[in-house]
């Protein structure tokens, strides 16, 4: 999902090569070999992840063979051959929520689920391997071509008059086409280290179903909050997984949008909207 927009969006600035599960296991160190030595980049962002929170739960190893281990690999390869400016896209899930503001990047992390822990794992693999490269947490990720909460919500409500979703659990929605731009605005300012990147805005699941389905125009569907015990997933969630995005606008000048102007536009944009 990420990767389709990152080709899309930057497509236009640089010179692009995106290498997908065909061609690249990134779990195995030598088809990272292999790929990136016949491909010899100037740069690699990697936005390739497990994502399946409550899946990781029971398939921790997979999750880490391919947050922690695969991210590891291809900042080693990187470092092997010299290239410079490293990408990695972790998650706000390596918090714990226990904070009441937005995170920064220096707060202490402490992840509560499997997926947590496995993307933390990647973080510290890659800044390892690569002590120069650029770390992006975001949150709560949607768009085209992948597994999504909008896309879900869509689903739901379509099958159904009331839908139940989770109202204790704080974070910012961020549109994929929005986060690629900002991984572009953060390359062109020669950013190091640790950024966090979402849209603008707080809310929570169940106010931002809401906004989907007014989008949609989707009369009739009802959305009921529920808390997330109620829920009974698998992984634990952090109740506030906000962060706090003053350092990339320090040095990129830039703001990200309101996650709410993001959600019109991403609507507008697939033919959903009134």
């Known amino acids: 999902m990420l990767g389709r927009d990152l080709m899309r969006i930057l497509g236009s ?11 690249l296991d990134i779990r195995e160190i030598d088809s990272v ?4 030595g016949m491909r010899k980049p100037e740069a ?8 399946d929170v409550d899946g990781a739960e029971s398939n921790e190893a997979l999750a880490h063979d391919v947050n922690a281990k695969g991210a590891g690999n291809l900042a080693k390869v990187a470092a092997e051959m010299g290239i410079k400016r490293f990408v990695h896209v972790s998650t706000d899930y390596v918090f714990n929520g226990d904070k009441t503001e937005p995170y920064t990047e220096d707060d202490p992390v402490g992840p509560l689920s499997a997926y947590g822990r496995s993307k933390l794992g990647g973080e510290k693999s890659v800044l390892e391997a690569c002590s120069d490269a650029l770390i992006v947490r975001t949150a709560w990720l ?15 409500a379509s099958e159904r008059e009331r839908l139940t979703v989770v109202d204790d659990q704080r974070g910012s929605p961020t549109w994929a086409a929005h986060l690629a731009d900002g991984i572009g605005k953060l390359l062109d300012a020669d950013a190091k280290g640790i950024f966090h990147l979402t849209n603008s805005g707080a809310t929570t699941w169940c106010r931002f179903a809401m906004k989907i389905i007014e989008l949609a125009g989707m009369k009739g569907v009802r959305v009921d909050p529920i808390t ?6 698998p992984a634990k969630r952090p109740k506030n997984s906000v962060l706090d995005g003053s350092k990339y606008r320090k040095i990129t000048g830039s703001n990200m949008p309101h996650w709410e102007n993001a959600l ?3 609507m507008a944009e697939r033919g959903k909207s009134v």
Do not use: W
Request: a neutral charge; aromatic letters at 10%; proline letters at 0%.
């Open 142 to 156: 949607y768009g085209r071509g992948g597994k999504n909460f909008v896309e879900t919500i869509l689903r739901l």
């Open 33 to 36: 070999r292999a790929c990136m």
């Open 44 to 51: 690699v962002i990697n936005a390739a992840a497990y994502t």
């Open 228 to 233: 997330s015990e109620q829920l009974e997933r």
């Open 264 to 266: 019109e536009k991403y």
């Open 13 to 23: 600035r640089y010179q692009l090569s995106g290498a997908d599960c065909e061609d």
